[in-house]
């Protein structure tokens, strides 16, 4: 929302702050200022001259005009404008001397868009003043920009005069009311209006005008609307918008001669109503929007645009001009349907206040008398409203007010200070005020007491203030164990050398598709920002594989992980999310071993004793390298070489862990076991086997065999070549035996050899011993 | 004579002994001298046939010359094993200027390095670190938080909605939901976490991003006790005094609502590019807890309040590393990621 200076200045008796520390002086106590900008600049200098002689500049459309500029003299410029013609009245700016064409052109003629009074740049400015005369009711301007976000809970603030308000609080000055109510007249309306339901429009006030003139608004008007980034159009609908602008009251004029029948119907739009807007868009309109209609049907979309059809043109005579408040809610939900946001609808939906709509028929009334002389007025005001409860009083107790702002306050400060805001403060009983907002500010901004915290505290000052430490109990907080876990999981990873990675939580079909899962499994984004981003990732890996492709464009090797949440679809409120850690190892050489080793090797130290079960491939997954991690009697996750189709050149070992499951079993308690006090006795055995045999599998046979005296087998090596033959494998272990009772002897040690021999020949292992 | 002989020996003996040249060579010497049937037992065995008196002083001589040649020979052992010794460490010559084998640590991404600074910093006031999951209801990232369906703040956040009318979160500010519906009163909690917005992705703008919420709960919490712990906070997280200011900010679950400021670092307050010559940064919203979204949480206002604030997580990142592009964060770049 931009502001005009020297519009506020207006409306602030004696304000003598620049622009600058007036800024400064808002952004502390009221609205976050985004900045400030000038506007027309050049009127500062700028005056009325008289075309004399006009000549063309050969090579080009430019001409050679010698004006007479008053107080400046006579001077040659160099135009480009085609309405440069010898008697023309225009504006004439002294910007210096330049040469144009071989002609010294001795400062400037100005459109109405260089000069900043509108934005109208297909020609020089059209005046009708005296020759040397400053261009009337223009100057330059200041004008700061508020953060529209800083304003979305003030209705008063979308409009010159409340701002004014603050202005005139902050700096103590006395405010002026730019309406006069007594313009009103009295008597029944000329128009009748219908309101179907008040909840949607609490208040319709109506007003007839006859004998309109429309053409240009006056160049002060159309200054001002431009400075604060509205464009001039005539005087009517200019006017519509000055008083938006300043009272925060959006207005719409019909052309009285457009409308059928005698009445303003206000009512819920039917199914399927079609309604032809102002911006030349066709809707389709249904009875969550409120439509203005008149007999024939819509004539305007309630708070929110006109219709083409009743619009007014340069032959209205005769206008309708509404003035109405509606429904906050109704307004945000009919234009964000219809995607569209105008002015009107950016103030109705913050809630106006309903008091405010004969006020911008009394300001339009003193309006029209300047800018379409003639007119007049047709009856009195049609005003359709539901009675609006006057606003509640809220107690406010003063030693309250101090314990939230942590900090004294005068009881008469307070006053004061809501005084100015025009809050009603009365004594009710000790230290307590009752405190009524105005209307402005209770459709939705005020209506409890931490709510006069924020008037009191930002206008006394934020800076007041000094900090104090609070009287609490001193407690350890609650732990957060899955985070604690994760951080140390995240450690662990970075000891072994790997680099964390985040990645974005969605993921596209295109991806899902790589690897083989169910597109219709995923979580779907309804309104994503880009197709590569609509489904919400179930598993982690999509996204490591792509930093593994990325990656090895730069790097023969690296390691990377990265813990994140698998979000699953499930009937429940909300969809699973499952906290997962993915790690990856590349490497551009190698035929791939050594990471998945490797791969394992962390797999061990995460999760001591898991055991490593080779496991159907899944589509993504090297078909004849992929495990399951079992762990603790549990499935945790999973180990594999990327499928080789899915990266371009080297190899990808990839760990997949299952947080969820993995802390669950993690926290199991455990007790010390002695050591034991008698020696052990070891034994190597060789199984021959065929070379697809997995060693684990021996490893858990040759357990069983041992029976409970065993202690540990431990994998040797592994040989194959003569003499064995082709297609075998010799498998060497070492196995540990002992009591914590006593030395074995060597029979025993010896019986339990000969058992597990004896068992592996009856599985149809053959053993070198 | 006998005394001379002994003298003739032991002079010889010494000298054999330390030019041997080798092991062997000096093991000969002690074979031939101090063996068995070596030289000075030969000179034993003549003792027996001397006097008494001329005896015990022959016995003293050879004892002598004995142990001054068996500490001799042990000398000169050892500078052999000495020797041996050096020669072997010399050809165990490494050069150390090789790389090492084996991976290098690792590193932690840079958000998860801040975040759990913050997260330390705020466990040592007695702060709790709440989660909450990245999917959210509708209510509790906007109705319990004091933003009803018409409100125009929800146009503040682009949301991404899922199918089936959850959503991903537009804030941490859920957590405060969850931690007082879980927790309930007195509470100091943090959440920090992924948030997600719809918009496009540029240099300085990201749909995702991390946040870290705050909240306290108490008795009689108030706009002094907020400035207090957000001094605090920000002179730890800078490692330096923080000159902080409130001035007004719209949000719908606090009131007052504040935009909290601090003096920039680079300029101390006289201007200068980073805040755009105001002598100020704006650093995170916060305010008093609003009584409604307490009493959305089943938390009676008019026995307890609190105050709460969002710390751009993402952004604070960003100031510490001087990172000037957002999309860095979340690219997966082993280049950028190994720096920190």
Known sequence: ?????????????????????????????????????????????????????????????????????????????????????PGLITAYVPVGKKVVGGVESDGMLASGAELGINRDHSGVIELDSQVGAPLPGCVPDSVIEIDNKSITHRPDLWGHYGMAREVAAISGRRLKDPVDMSLLPQGPGAIKVEVEDFALCPRYSALVIENIEVRPSPLWLQARLTAIGLNPINNIVDMTNYIMAEISQPMHAFDAALLRGDTIFVRRAKPGEQFHAL?????????????????????ALGGVIGGMESAISDGTTKIVLESANFQASSIRMTSSGIKLRTDASMRFE????????????????????????????????????KAIPAPAPIPLPLDWLERKLGRAMAPAEVRRILESLEFEVKDAGRHTFSVTPPSWRATKDVSIKDDLVEEVGRMIGYDSIDPKAPLIPSVVPP????????????????DLGFTEVYNYSFTSEEAVRAFGLDAGAHMRVANPIASDQ??????????????????????????????????????????????????????????????????KRVVECLLPGAEVCPAEARPFEHPARSADILWRGETAGRMFELHPRLVESGRAAILDLDLRTVRRLSVADFKYAPIRRYPSSAFDLSVITGLREQAGKLEASLASFAGPLLESVQF?????????????????????????????????????????????????????? | ????????????????????????????????????????????????????????????????????????????????????????????WLDLTLPAPGPRRGHLHPITRIQRELEELFASLGFTVLDGPEVETEWRNFDALNIPLDHPARDMQDTFWLDGGNLLRTHTSPVQ?????????????????????????????????????????????????????????????????????????????VEPGFELDIKCLICGGAGCPVCKQGGWVELLPCGLVNPNVLRMSGIDPEEWNGFAFGLGLTRLVMMRYAIDDIRQLQGGDVRFLEQF
């Open chain 1, 350 to 385: 913050k809630a106006q206040d309903p008091a405010n709509t004969v006020r911008g028929l009394a300001r339009a009334i003193e309006l029209l008398r300047e800018i379409s002389p003639g007119m007049r007025i047709v009856g009195g005001v049609a005003d359709a409203a």
């Open chain 1, 479 to 494: 732990g957060n164990p899955e985070r604690k876990f994760q951080h140390e999981l995240r450690d662990l990873f970075v």
């Open chain 2, 177 to 253: 939901v969850r931690g007082m519906e879980r927790l309930g009163p007195p509470l100091r909690m943090i959440a920090p976490g992924r948030v997600f917005r719809n918009e496009s992705v540029d240099a300085s703008h990201e749909h995702t991003f991390y946040q870290l919420e705050g909240m306290m709960i108490d008795r009689d919490v108030s706009v002094a006790h907020l400035l207090y712990f957000m001094k605090t906070l920000l002179t730890a997280i800078f490692k330096r005094d923080v000159t902080v200011r409130l001035r007004p900010g719209y949000f719908p679950f």
């Open chain 1, 279 to 299: 911006n030349e868009e066709h809707y389709e309109l249904g009875p969550t929007n409120v439509v203005i209609a008149d007999a024939g049907g819509p004539v």
């Open chain 1, 716 to 769: 040797v090596r592994q040989y194959s070549g003569p003499p064995l033959e082709e297609g075998r494998k010799s498998v060497s272990f070492r196995l540990t035996v002992g009591s914590p009772e006593r030395t074995l002897s060597s029979e025993e040690v010896g019986d339990i050899r000969a058992r597990i021999i004896e068992g592996m020949r009856g599985l149809g292992y053959d053993l070198r011993v």
């Open chain 1, 1 to 85: 929302m931009k502001f005009s200076y020297n519009w506020i200045r207006e409306l602030v008796e004696g304000l003598d702050a620049a622009p600058g520390p007036l800024e400064k002086l808002i952004t502390m106590k009221t609205a976050e200022c985004e900045g400030i900008e000038r506007a027309g600049d050049l009127l500062e200098r700028a005056c009325a001259a008289r075309v004399d002689t006009v000549e063309p500049l050969p090579g080009g459309h430019n001409v050679v005009a010698v004006v007479d500029a008053g107080r400046y003299g006579r001077k040659t410029v160099v135009c480009g404008a085609p309405n440069c013609r």
């Open chain 2, 1 to 92: 004579m006998l005394e001379q002989s002994i003298q003739e020996l032991e002079s010889g003996s010494q000298r054999r002994i330390q030019s041997a040249s080798s092991l062997e060579e000096l093991e000969a010497v002690r074979v031939e001298v101090l063996g068995r049937k070596g030289a000075l037992d030969q000179f034993f065995k003549q003792m027996g046939k001397l006097p008494p008196d001329e005896r015990s002083r022959a016995g003293k001589i050879l004892n002598s010359c004995k142990q001054a040649l068996e500490g001799a020979l042990e000398a000169r052992k050892q500078a052999f094993a000495d020797a041996a010794l050096r020669a072997k460490l010399d050809r165990e």
């Open chain 1, 534 to 599: 609509e489904l919400m990732r179930a598993s982690l890996l999509p996204g490591l594989w792509k930093n593994v492709a990325e990656n090895a464009k730069h790097r023969e090797s690296f390691r990377i992980f990265e813990i994140g949440y698998e979000i699953h679809k499930r009937s429940a409120e909300l969809p699973d999310e499952i906290p997962h850690a993915v790690a990856a190892i590349y490497d551009r050489n190698g035929d791939g071993a050594a990471g998945l080793f490797e791969i």
